[in-house]
C-alpha cells in the first residue's frame, strides 16, 4: 500500500496489531500518535522503521502536521477505563474534535472511525455515552468515512479485558465469577477486526458496521476457553454479583485507574444481543474460531508476552 496512514491511539489494543498487519500488508508510509508513554515506547521498540509520536491529540502539537498528505486516519484512540468522567470527556471528545479540526484544514479525504458496539447498548455509563458524542461528531464531519462498531475485542497487547483476565487467572488458585456466569458474550478477535480495517483502507468503502463475534458463548464458558488457552489451574468460583461489585468499587478508592470497574461490570451482565452481519463477506476476511484465537493470543512467544501498561 503506497498511502500515508495515519493511526491515533495507535499503542493501545488495535492500534499496536493494526500496524503489525499493516506493515505485512507492505503499507510504505504509517504515522502513529498515541500519548501512553510507556505504552508508546513499546510499540517505538516493536516498530522503529515507522514514525511513532508520543502526543496528546487534545493539544496542539506537532502532531498536527503529521496529517499533510495523509490519505487515511485511523481514529482509534478512546478512554475505555478509569472512574474519572472528565478524562472521557477530554480523551473521547475533546480529543476527538481538535482531531478533527486538524483533519479538515488538511484535508484528509478518508477516514475510519473504530468506535464502538457501547453505542447500540443500554448500557449507560461514561464510556457509552461519550463513545456515542464521539461516533457523532466524527460523522458529522462529512468527510467520507467507514464508521466500525465491534464488540469486546481480545488478542495481543490486551491490557484490559481478557488479557488482564488471563494474567490474573495464572496467578491465582481461585478465579471469581460474578452471578451464575451466563451472561452471553459475542468476542471478537482483534486480528480478525484489524484486517477487515485494513479491507477498508485498500477499498476506502464508506457506511456503518456492527462487528460483532459470530461466536455466542456465555462469559464462564469464554473463561473456561481462556483458561484453556493459558494453561492455567485456577478454580472457578462463583459468587453474588452484588458482592463483586462491592469489591470492584473498594478497589477503585485505591486504584485511579482499575483494570475492571463496577461500570464494566455492570456492561459484563447486561443482557444484549448485538447484530451479526457477514462481515467475512463484505470485507473478504476470515473469522478466526474463539479457541485458535485465543491460543494464537496467548502461546505466540514474542506477541503474547508483552504487556502493555494501564
Request: hydrophobic share 45%; aromatic share 8%; proline share 6%.
Amino acid at each position: 500500500m503506497s498511502k500515508k496512514i495515519v493511526v491515533t491511539g495507535a499503542a493501545g489494543l488495535v492500534g499496536q496489531n493494526l500496524i503489525l498487519r499493516l506493515k505485512n500488508q507492505g503499507a510504505a508510509e504509517i504515522v502513529a500518535i498515541d500519548k501512553h508513554p510507556a505504552n508508546t515506547a513499546i510499540l517505538r521498540k516493536l516498530n522503529p522503521e515507522i514514525e511513532v509520536m508520543h502526543e496528546d491529540l487534545a493539544s496542539a502539537g506537532a502532531w498536527e502536521q503529521k496529517l499533510v498528505g495523509a490519505a487515511v486516519v485511523v481514529i482509534a484512540h478512546a478512554q475505555i477505563g478509569g472512574t474519572d468522567p472528565a478524562e472521557f470527556i477530554r480523551n473521547n471528545v475533546n480529543a476527538t474534535e481538535r482531531l478533527l479540526d486538524a483533519i479538515t484544514r488538511n484535508r484528509v479525504p478518508y477516514l475510519v472511525n473504530i468506535s464502538s458496539s457501547v453505542v447500540n447498548s443500554r448500557a449507560i455509563d461514561n464510556y457509552t455515552e461519550t463513545k456515542k458524542q464521539q461516533e457523532a461528531v466524527i460523522a458529522a464531519t462529512g468527510i467520507p468515512q467507514i464508521i466500525l462498531r465491534p464488540t469486546l475485542m481480545f488478542g495481543w497487547f490486551d491490557r484490559k479485558h481478557m488479557g488482564w483476565l488471563a494474567r490474573f487467572m495464572k496467578r491465582t488458585p481461585v478465579f471469581p465469577i460474578p452471578g451464575s456466569g451466563r451472561y452471553m458474550r459475542q468476542p471478537l478477535y482483534v486480528g480478525d477486526f484489524c484486517d477487515i480495517v485494513i479491507s477498508a483502507i485498500k477499498t476506502g468503502q464508506t457506511g456503518a458496521f456492527n462487528i460483532t463475534g459470530l461466536e455466542r458463548i456465555d462469559y464462564i464458558d469464554l473463561i473456561r476457553e481462556l483458561r484453556n488457552s493459558v494453561g492455567a489451574r485456577a478454580h472457578l468460583l462463583r459468587i453474588p454479583y452484588r458482592l463483586f461489585e462491592l469489591l470492584l468499587r473498594f478497589n477503585a478508592v485505591f486504584d485511579r485507574d482499575p483494570p475492571f470497574t463496577a461500570d464494566q461490570l455492570k456492561a459484563l451482565c447486561t443482557p444484549d444481543v448485538f447484530e451479526v452481519i457477514d462481515w467475512p463477506g463484505i470485507f473478504n476476511v476470515r473469522s478466526t474460531p474463539i479457541p485458535e484465537a485465543l491460543n494464537a493470543t496467548h502461546r505466540d512467544p514474542v506477541y503474547s508476552n508483552i504487556e502493555l501498561r494501564f
